[in-house]
T-cell receptor
Framework: DADVTQTPRNRITKTGKRIMLECSQT?????MYWYRQDPGLGLRLIYY???????NKGEISDGYSVSRQAQAKFSLSLESAIPNQTALYFC??????????????FGEGSRLTVL | GEDVEQSLFLSVREGDSSVINCTYT??????LYWYKQEPGAGLQLLTY?????DMKQDQRLTVLLNKKDKHLSLRIADTQTGDSAIYFC????????FGKGTRLSVIA
């Protein structure tokens, strides 16, 4: 089983609909992230959380919100989806405690299409 | 904040060496990373280098770090068709900042 699991893996929706992408991890990491990938633009950070009570905006947070329901769960919501939010979304985790290198561990991605 | 730049495309013949280049702006990055993304998959850490190192070698992979010029490179020796993927350079202290990715195409 994957250590970082994203659901759904694919979703097609219409403009104006509310969408939630969910992420859960079994790695026991304290830090979780949501990135968005667009062709030619690389990965851009949407939101990140260093623990359950900590939420931070990233580079492109407008139009998105997040919830850290537990250490292992971090969900991303689009309250009213628009076509330019069509992208591949990645959840990632990291653990900076101990001797970790701070590397990120990624889920398989959630492909969202907004019509 | 950190800014990471890399070229978007690289095409090489099977068996040749590939060199993917990256420049970054934040000299305080503790580690610099190379991630690989195969088609339809998430990103996997390929290798990383500690900021006080100049070079790191791992089988077919060689990472070179020029701190003065803030330049990072990834060399893949004897490139194979299975190396075709998008390669991302990443740096900065948490959270990481990624480059736009270099798409490596290997021609048989």
């Amino acid at each position: 089983d994957a250590d970082v699991t994203q659901t759904p893996r694919n979703r097609i929706t219409k403009t104006g609909k509310r969408i939630m992408l969910e992420c859960s991890q079994t790695k026991g990491h304290d830090r979780m992230y949501w990135y968005r990938q667009d062709p030619g633009l690389g990965l851009r950070l949407i939101y990140y959380s260093f623990d359950v009570k900590d939420i931070n905006k990233g580079e492109i947070s407008d139009g998105y919100s997040v919830s850290r329901q537990a250490q292992a769960k971090f969900s991303l919501s689009l309250e009213s989806a628009i076509p330019n939010q069509t992208a591949l979304y990645f959840c990632a985790t990291s653990d900076f405690r101990g001797t970790g290198t701070g590397e990120l561990f990624f889920g398989e991605g959630s492909r969202l299409t907004v019509l | 904040g950190e800014d990471v730049e890399q070229s978007l495309f690289l095409s090489v013949r099977e068996g040749d060496s590939s060199v993917i280049n990256c420049t970054y702006t934040d000299s305080s990055s503790t580690y610099l990373y190379w991630y690989k993304q195969e088609p339809g998959a998430g990103l996997q850490l390929l290798t990383y280098i500690f900021s006080n190192m100049d070079m790191k070698q791992d089988q077919r992979l060689t990472v070179l770090l020029n701190k003065k010029d803030k330049h990072l490179s990834l060399r893949i020796a004897d490139t194979q068709t299975g190396d075709s993927a998008i390669y991302f350079c990443a740096g900065g202290n948490t959270p990481l900042v990624f480059g736009k990715g270099t798409r490596l195409s290997v021609i048989a």
